[in-house]
């Protein structure tokens, strides 16, 4: 490094003449004292003439990293960050003119000799030195002070952005009166900033809380034992009831024992709980629903059974006969109502038939309009209707549910559109709707209601979504009528403007089968009859009864069980003479499963017909598979029970 300054600084004229100005060499034999003290000060002591280092003590040589002769003769300029430089020099010049700068007191970094950077805070007056003007620097250094400022202001910004960014309402209270709150807690009450502060904070407490929310907190200031946290109800500005979960701790602010409060709003997470507990409610009342149609349907079957039985009577007048066809209709009209139940308890597609979904439409349009007569219905449905293969009684829990949700949006009466036409979706569409190409059945509904906005619209489909108040609806509705719709290979679209009503309309897969009326029964055709001996085993006394009665009237030998372990023993025994096996798939604590393994094994040319009053989805489809050969649901009469029996035993 050259020993003359780059840049020398200039000089001050008459420097004695400064204000501030010392003259070191008056001090005579108190140099050596002088000299004793700068060179022990805690401070970096530097002087400088023209620009270069004349002297310097032993803390600047530390602070610099360089020795005594490294700073002697040295530019003073060059030893500091290139930044500071034009202000070190602004400085100065400052001075030689005879005034002080404006801040005494400033922030200056030095370069030390490894390269690193030391923050220090410097002060300086002009004195003589060696009869010549010269400036007197003092410097502090403060990296560690201004590291540790650094750290503190970050971690004051990082804390503040946590708070102020939360998702929970956070403040601060302390003599019932905020002293600090985040935008969650103005943002969920509704409230602006100046607002809250100037509101009482009990206001904010719904009236049925405000004397738990008090006695909580007045506890918590004592150090007594509080729950934490616990909930409560807060009002909004606009009057709207909160549902919220409050935790708090004791906490010092500005020297006063103070609540750092953190409230969370619970009202949505609350309204799934309840949301969900009603479902469940409506699980079990659908299992509920499922063992009365059940049982029904075993009752159903004595009454059908004995029916069809008498109706095998030869001495039989016009009256009787009509009579008990009477209760065969009562008896049918009762299974549909069990095959509804069933629908609904276990899901799923119950009976799947080619249907003319314009008759579907009528009927449920019609039942609808029953109820609801401040509902005005138009039907325009296509006579050309393609057929679709589909569940009727969930097709028209379908329709049913989207007749439901127009009314609600109808709160005064209104008029409802039901349309029917044909359309074809292409590759297209379809992939977007996520089905496949062809023709389609298409059903639109037309509301002129309160209409959707476009979040809503988006959610409508969503399990236990709903618009309306608890008590009125689980939100399982149009969830439930999508689920069946895509179940059916099909789909929904909405359309809907706020204020302009809502179109729901459904499409289902186009059939090519026929529909075939169901014909009315032939009352003189012969009944198939054969030989052999059956294994009837159900666990209900009366399906034996009148189970082993018709087919003893079809000419079989019959032997009854009560279940699937004594099922098996009569197998065993008989296992050579049985021809036909009809097992009830639900025997309480019978294990069916293993009792039909235990038959296929024993004689594999054994027919198995599978009866149940459940349908042949379930437990039953899984016992179809293991090798049966029929089913037939419950209740029967002698009719179906021989067309079943002469179809498995020709197949």
Same mark, same amino acid.
């Given at each position: ?18 204000p ?7 001090l005579?034999?108190s ?12 401070e970096?002591v ?5 620009g ?9 040589s ?8 490294e700073? +002697?003769s ?9 930044e ?14 005879g ?9 200056v ?9 030391r ?15 010269? %400036?007197?620097h003092?410097?502090?250094d ?6 540790a400022?650094?750290? *503190?202001r970050?971690?004051?910004t990082q804390?503040?952005y ?5 998702? =929970? ?7 019932r ?14 409230y602006?900033h100046?607002?809250v502060?100037?509101i ?5 407490v719904h ?5 738990r929310?008090?006695n ?14 616990y909930n409560?109800?807060?009002v ?24 750092l ?7 949505e997470?609350?309204k799934r709980e309840?949301?969900i507990?009603?479902?469940r ?10 063992g009365i149609?059940?049982d029904?349907n ?11 039985l008498?109706?095998?009577?030869s001495?039989?007048? +016009?009256k ?6 009477c ?8 299974a549909?109502?069990t095959?509804q ?7 799923g597609?119950?009976?799947?038939r ?9 009927n449920?349009?019609?039942?609808f309009?029953r109820?609801?007569?401040e509902?005005?219905i ?10 679709s293969?589909?569940?009727? %009684?969930? *097709? ?15 709160d ?13 979706v ?9 089905v496949a ?5 298409k059903i639109?509904?037309?509301?002129t209601?309160?209409g959707?906005?476009e979040d ?11 618009t309306?108040e608890?008590?009125r609806?689980?939100g399982?509705?149009?969830?439930s009528?999508?689920?069946?719709v895509?179940n059916h290979?099909g789909?929904i ?5 706020k ?7 459904v499409f289902?897969?186009?059939s090519e089968?026929?529909?075939r ?8 055709a012969?009944?198939h +009859?054969g +030989?052999g ?9 009366m399906?034996?009864?009148?189970g ?13 069980a009560? =279940? ?5 023993q009569l197998?065993?025994?008989?296992a050579?003479d ?7 798939v639900?025997?309480p ?8 393994r235990i ?5 594999p040319?054994a027919?198995i ?10 437990q ?9 050969h029929g089913? *037939?649901?419950k ?5 179906e029970l ?9 197949h």
């Amino acid at each position: 490094m050259s020993t003359q300054p780059k840049s020398p600084l200039p000089c001050a004229k008459g420097g004695a003449r400064l204000p501030c100005a010392r003259d070191l060499s008056r001090l005579g034999d108190s140099s050596d004292i002088f000299s004793a003290i700068i060179n022990n000060a805690n401070e970096a002591v530097l002087i400088t003439q023209d620009g270069v280092i004349q002297a310097a003590n032993k803390k600047a040589s530390e602070i610099s990293g360089r020795t005594l002769e490294e700073l +002697r003769s040295q530019p003073f300029l060059e030893f500091l960050h290139p930044e500071d430089r034009q202000l070190a020099l602004e400085r100065y010049l400052t001075r030689l003119d005879g005034r002080e700068p404006e801040e005494r007191l400033w922030v200056v970094r030095l370069m030390d000799k490894s390269g690193g950077v030391r923050y220090l805070e410097s002060t300086g007056a002009s004195i003589t030195y060696e009869g010549k003007p010269a %400036a007197l620097h003092f410097f502090t250094d403060v990296t560690r002070r201004l590291q540790a400022e650094a750290q *503190i202001r970050a971690s004051e910004t990082q804390y503040r952005y946590l708070v102020e960014n939360a998702s =929970d309402a956070i403040c601060i209270i302390q003599d019932r009166e905020l002293c600090f709150f985040n935008k969650a807690a103005a943002a969920m009450l509704g409230y602006t900033h100046e607002e809250v502060l100037e509101i009482d904070l009990l206001d904010l407490v719904h009236p049925d809380f405000r004397e738990r929310v008090v006695n909580a907190h007045l506890k918590r200031l004592k150090g007594e034992k509080v729950p934490n946290p616990y909930n409560f109800d807060a009002v909004a500005k606009s009057g709207k009831r909160i549902n919220a979960q409050l935790t708090a701790a004791v906490i010092e602010w500005e020297g006063k024992p103070a609540l750092l409060v953190l409230v969370r709003d619970v009202t949505e997470s609350r309204k799934r709980e309840e949301q969900i507990q009603q479902a469940r409610r409506m699980e079990a009342l659908g299992a509920l629903a499922g063992g009365i149609a059940h049982d029904f349907n075993n009752l159903l079957m004595a009454i059908q059974g004995h029916a069809s039985l008498m109706l095998l009577s030869s001495d039989l007048d +016009r009256k009787k006969t009509k009579s008990l066809r009477c209760i065969e209709q009562c008896v049918r009209s009762g299974a549909e109502l069990t095959s509804q139940l069933l629908g609904y308890a276990k899901g799923g597609k119950y009976q799947v038939r080619p249907h003319n979904l314009n008759t579907i439409i009528e009927n449920t349009a019609a039942m609808f309009g029953r109820a609801r007569k401040e509902i005005r219905i138009h039907l325009d449905l296509s006579p050309e209707l393609w057929a679709s293969e589909v569940d009727r %009684a969930q *097709i028209e829990q379908v329709l049913l549910n989207i007749y439901v949700n127009a009314w609600h949006a109808m709160d005064r009466g209104g008029d409802l559109f039901i349309r029917s036409c044909n359309c074809t979706v292409d590759e297209i569409q379809a992939r977007g709707m996520e089905v496949a190409p062809g023709k389609f059945a298409k059903i639109s509904i037309t509301d002129t209601g309160v209409g959707m906005d476009e979040d809503t619209r988006k959610r409508i489909f969503e399990p236990f979504f709903t618009t309306r108040e608890m008590g009125r609806g689980t939100g399982l509705g149009m969830a439930s009528a999508y689920g069946i719709v895509k179940n059916h290979g099909g789909f929904i679209h909405v359309y809907s403007e706020k204020g302009r009503g809502a179109t729901f309309s459904v499409f289902l897969a186009a059939s090519e089968t026929c529909i075939r009326e169901a014909a009315p029964k032939n009352q003189t055709a012969a009944l198939h +009859r054969g +030989r052999g001996l059956v294994l009837l085993a159900d666990d209900e006394a009366m399906i034996r009864d009148v189970g082993g009665r018709m087919l003893h009237e079809l000419g079989y030998e019959v032997i009854t069980a009560a =279940d699937a372990s004594e099922a098996v023993q009569l197998f065993r025994q008989n296992a050579r003479d049985i021809k036909l096996v009809i097992l009830d798939v639900i025997m309480p604590g019978s294990d069916v499963d293993e009792a039909l393994r235990i038959i296929r094994k024993s004689s594999p040319e054994a027919r198995i017909l599978l009866s149940s009053g459940y349908s042949v989805e379930g437990q039953a489809r899984s016992l179809m598979e293991m090798g049966c050969h029929g089913f *037939i649901q419950k209740p029967f009469d002698i009719e179906e029970l021989a067309g079943k029996i002469q179809a498995i035993q020709t197949h």
